[in-house]
């Protein structure tokens, strides 16, 4: 590291703390008869001090979340530049408006959730030649302050962006109720994605991630987990 690089403590804190998920997710996917590196340990960024990231990114970890257009775009263009094969995941709510920037930053984009954003982004993948992988998100709890498609509209929605709207849509997404088992929004979205032949499941965080690569996730998103508390936003 130079001197430029993330001081020594935060340096061997991120390691700890990238080596202890990765093994907790190890454990659980062995446990569940699952290969470990079938699972993909998405860091989410959102509201960390650069330094964590750049401790992160020094250590060889490369796959990572953020959940603001705005935010993303503040950080990662200069990160991409100084570190090779950067695999970055759009995992929070997306305004028709910011889509366009989001396109031309993220390789993952696992927040489609509504017919006007679905046409618009494929709309945006023609028009720029860009081809993130794109999931949709499912609000499992049907709970009416989060988004996601709603359970029951999941089947005609997956349809629609499949056919009508031209969106190829490589997996599912949720992130379940605080205080409610996770296991059972985990299972859920788990036979939606199997019912439509879906390969890519996102779903986990701190709190919950060994539950869901029991359940099958190919990606866990983890934030406090990997870089500690984040500041407010
Ligand atoms: C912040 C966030 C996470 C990470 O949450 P932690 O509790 O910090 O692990 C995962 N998924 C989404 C959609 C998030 O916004």
Redesign the pocket.
């Not at 998103?221 to 987990?225: E, S």
């Given at each position: 590291m130079g001197a430029s690089g993330p001081p020594r403590p935060l340096y061997s804190e991120i390691k700890t703390n990238l080596a202890a998920v990765k093994a907790r997710i190890a454990a659980a996917a062995v446990a569940a008869d699952r290969q470990p590196e079938s699972v993909t340990l998405v860091a989410?960024t959102?509201l960390q001090p650069l330094e964590r990231v750049e401790a992160a990114l020094a250590l060889g970890h490369r796959a990572f979340?953020e959940?603001r257009v705005q935010e993303a775009k503040a950080k990662w263009p200069e990160l991409r530049a100084r570190f090779e094969g950067v695999e970055l995941h759009m995992?929070?709510h997306l305004q028709t408006n910011k889509l366009r920037d989001a396109v031309a930053l993220f390789d993952v984009i696992e927040s489609v959730d509504r017919p006007k954003l679905a046409r618009s982004l494929a709309a945006e993948l023609d028009r720029s030649g860009a081809r993130p992988k794109c999931y949709v998100q499912i609000n499992t709890g049907s709970e009416p302050q989060k988004s996601g498609v709603l359970p029951g509209e999941a089947d005609a929605f997956i349809q629609a962006c499949r056919g009508e709207f031209g969106l190829p849509v490589a997996g599912l997404m949720c992130?379940p109720p605080i205080g409610e088992e996770a296991s059972l929004h985990f299972a859920l979205l788990a036979k939606i994605a199997a019912h439509h032949g879906l390969g890519e499941l996102s779903m986990g965080?701190?709190?919950d991630f060994e539950v869901a690569v029991t359940f099958g996730a190919r990606s866990v998103?983890?934030?406090?987990?990997v870089f500690g508390s984040?500041s407010a936003p």
């Open positions: 989410v959102k979340g959940n995992v929070g992130m965080t701190s709190a998103r983890v934030g406090t987990a984040r």
